[in-house]
């Protein structure tokens, strides 16, 4: 699938941000600036006919504040996309929610529907590998980055708070956690989550 050009993006962004309440700025005004800027790139077409809606276009149009916050957006965002977890499919049914207000089927390329199905089969499949061994036991791990410093991070904090693999712990929770645990996003050697998922669960890399 090709990547979302920057046009794109930025399009995304205008129409989230002037769809916040008491924001000063029209899209027309928006793409003007754009347009006064290095990036040069004209307004576009608007069709009268209804868009299907992306899940992160449903996240910056409830987080974003500002112009000054798309570095911190895009970094939640992507630590939402890798955990592939319950903010996730939020943000997926708000998007089929807003498709279905504009009288539009469910996109094929939306992964409201098939996420839950990939995640289900993931796990099936680990049962199976795991059943009658002695990983048998361990809690499962439906992710697809075992490796990845947060979620081991996260997976080891569930365990402690006594949580099961599928619970979830909120954004704010979260970040308080990672500060009283001195998280660090680049290095977990040494640290009670050093390599948790693949010393304590059950997970598959492979697919």
């Not at 868009?51 to 939402?80: C, V």
């Amino acid at each position: 699938m090709p990547g979302v050009s920057t046009h794109s993006k930025i399009d995304t962004i205008v129409s989230a941000l002037c769809s916040i309440p008491d924001f000063k700025y029209s899209e027309e005004e928006m793409w003007d600036l754009v347009g006064q800027s290095s990036l040069k790139f004209k307004k576009p077409t608007r069709s009268t006919k209804p868009r299907h809606t992306s899940a992160y276009s449903m996240f910056l149009k409830e987080k974003k504040t500002g112009m000054d916050d798309t570095s911190d957006l895009a970094t939640q965002w992507s630590t939402i996309k890798e955990s592939a977890g319950e903010e996730l499919q939020k943000y997926q049914n708000m998007a089929e929610e807003k498709d279905k207000e504009n009288g539009l089927e469910p996109s094929s390329g939306n992964k409201s529907t098939s996420q839950p199905t990939e995640k289900k089969l993931r796990i099936e499949l680990i049962q199976e590998r795991i059943a009658g061994t002695e990983d048998a036991d361990k809690p499962i791990f439906s992710g697809s980055k075992p490796d990845s410093i947060v979620n081991c991070y996260k997976e080891w904090k569930k365990a402690e708070l006594g949580l099961e693999p599928n619970d979830t712990i909120s954004r704010e929770d979260l970040k308080n956690y990672k500060e009283q645990d001195e998280f660090d996003s680049k290095n977990m050697e040494g640290r009670d989550w050093d390599n948790y998922i693949r010393n304590n669960m059950a997970f598959a890399d492979d697919i």
